[in-house]
């Protein structure tokens, strides 16, 4: 584990006799709810005729949220998670789902001392339920910080002294504090699983991953080492998805969530970008975007989605809607441990992608003339033969002979061995077209009179 630095850490315990009930603390500016998120939760419920009874043995789980070396964009993600939403979790909406207390500093209603509340009471061990811990942002040395003040920090706590000094505590002494009794430790976003952004080349912070900080040994109290769930910012889903599919577990109402070797949900991250890349397509036809904003595949303006395990092509950024390619950005490698140095320059091709980009720029320049002759085929009703009937003007004329002759042997195949729709002559019977217009009758009426007054 992480050192704090000593001039960060008070006298052992000494806060808590200062903080550790709310009588005598003054009244909190601005918490409209005048409740607290525990209460306020449970007015909720009780609000929706629910029983609060959980189906399984946990009533209620905290989530402490501590944000390090962070931009908030994984506040921002998860806020706009909506399978499930967060405000699902809040509100006992889920069946079987303990009601989760979330302790947020942005979200929550308590402030100042009554905020610390629950932190401390985590740390003594008080809460009538387990607590978890997500971490946003990574955890910096907090032994470079030239001012003595944390980097990171979250409220702030009086010093054993007779003066009414405080000092900020850091979100590193808070995961100090707070890991050892934690039933999960969920790291979130890029900054918190791996270091992303503030541990880049440079890292004037000393910033490293939760697991960094923690140790390979460290284990929650359930006996699980780091979650992570990677993404700059990461796709606010996963957070709930994964919270939710181990509060399932835990309720003995689910199957056992899977985990890959580096601590992530397998169901979330084993895929690449690229399998479900709506832009796939092209990369298989072999054409490609040459600049920002071309509709084709973005592997030659930089994407590295073809190596990178992600599932924003999945999931959208936000209630299916958004995404990377989506949104026309190539694939930069968020979610991945190399991110961001092992990926840059970002507008740069990988190097890895000549090879099977060239393999598919030759393959699609046989296959895509083949499949254009077929689609043209198929864009026409069975009653047009050499005129399309299109005020359109989408194409009205007879197709050729090299198109005919591929055409027949397409369908030869087509139909081997399989039945051609339509009836059979050998059965005998006869729909009232066939008997009024005979083999004509899946013609248009105009060509039907002209071979009409041919045949007279
Ligand atoms: S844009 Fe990226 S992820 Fe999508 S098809 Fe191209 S290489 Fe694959
Ligand atoms: S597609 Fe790439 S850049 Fe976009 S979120 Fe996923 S890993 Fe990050």
């Known amino acids: 584990m992480g ?61 402490f949220w501590l944000a390090g070396m962070s931009c908030d964009g994984c506040t921002v993600s998860v806020s706009g998670a909506t399978e499930p939403a967060l405000e699902d979790l809040l509100t006992g909406s889920i069946p079987g789902i303990p009601l989760v207390i979330l302790h947020h500093y942005v979200l929550q209603l308590e402030s100042g001392d009554h905020y610390m509340q629950s932190l401390l009471k985590a740390e003594r061990g008080e809460l009538d339920g387990p607590y978890v811990i997500a971490y946003e942002g990574s955890i910096p040395d907090e032994n470079l910080s030239a001012s003595g003040e944390p980097f990171a920090g979250e409220g702030s706590l009086p010093l054993w002294a007779p003066s009414e000094q405080r000092r900020r505590v850091s979100t590193a002494e808070w995961v100090k504090r707070l890991a050892p009794g934690a039933a999960a430790m969920i790291a979130v976003g890029t900054c918190a699983t791996w270091g992303g952004i503030p541990a880049a080349y440079g890292n004037i912070t000393g910033s490293m991953s939760v697991m960094d900080w923690l140790g390979a040994d460290y284990r929650s109290a359930l006996g699980l080492p780091v979650i992570n769930i990677p993404g700059c910012a990461p796709v606010g889903d996963n957070f709930t998805d994964a919270v939710q599919a181990i509060l399932l577990f835990l309720q003995g109402l689910g199957p056992l969530p899977e985990f890959d070797e580096l601590g992530r949900p397998a169901w979330q991250f084993s895929d690449t970008v690229h399998r479900k890349c709506g832009r796939a397509g092209f990369y298989e036809e072999g054409t490609f975007a040459q600049e920002y904003g071309d509709k084709e595949c973005l592997v030659e303006v930089g994407c590295w989605g073809p190596v990178v395990q992600c599932n924003i092509t999945e999931k959208g950024a936000i209630a299916h809607m958004g ?34 980009s060239n393999a598919s720029r030759f393959m699609g320049a046989i296959v895509r003339p083949l499949r254009r002759i077929s689609q043209r085929e198929r864009n026409r009703e069975i009653r047009w033969h050499d005129t399309v009937p299109s005020g359109w003007a989408m194409h009205n004329g007879a197709t050729s002979l090299t198109h005919k002759i591929l055409e027949f042997f397409y369908e030869a195949m087509q139909f081997q061995g399989a039945e051609r729709p339509g009836r059979q002559q050998t059965l005998g019977y006869q729909s009232l077209p066939e008997r009024v217009y005979e083999g004509d009758y899946q013609v248009l009426p105009e060509d039907r009179a002209k071979k009409v007054e041919k045949r007279a």
């Open 323 to 356: 995404g990377c390619m989506n949104a026309g950005g190539p694939c930069i490698g968020c979610t991945m441990p190399g991110f961001p140095d092992k990926f840059a320059p970002f507008y740069k091709a990988p190097p890895g992608s000549m090879l099977s």
């Open 3 to 63: 050192e704090i630095p000593e001039k960060q850490v008070g006298e052992a315990g000494s806060h808590l006799q200062r903080v550790s009930s709310t009588v005598g603390l003054p009244d909190q500016v601005g918490n409209v709810g005048r409740r607290t998120m525990e209460e306020l939760a449970e007015d909720i419920v009780a609000s929706h005729g629910k029983s609060q009874k959980s189906l399984g043995p946990l009533e209620k789980v905290y989530v």
